[in-house]
């Protein structure tokens, strides 16, 4: 698994999992969905990204996004 895979996996994960809570605990969840969101998208233009520096430092392989 590459950098950019992980980094993808776990952003799919946060939002499934900020859904569930917001569904089953509160509406106030879905403002995780909005900081993952702006930070894909901060990530797509900048390039910066906190998990893919972590996931770097696990030793994933590097990527075409995040290197």
Do not use: R
Not at 49 to 58: D, G, N
Request: charged share 5%.
């Amino acid at each position: 698994m590459t950098i950019d895979n992980a980094v993808l996996s776990f952003a799919g994960l946060m939002i499934l999992i900020s859904l569930a809570l917001a569904y089953l605990v509160s509406p106030w969840f879905l403002a995780l969905n909005a900081f993952v969101g702006v930070n894909m998208l901060q990530a797509g233009f900048t390039g910066f990204c906190p998990a893919a520096m972590i996931f770097k430092a696990m030793g994933l392989k590097t990527g075409c996004a995040f290197k």
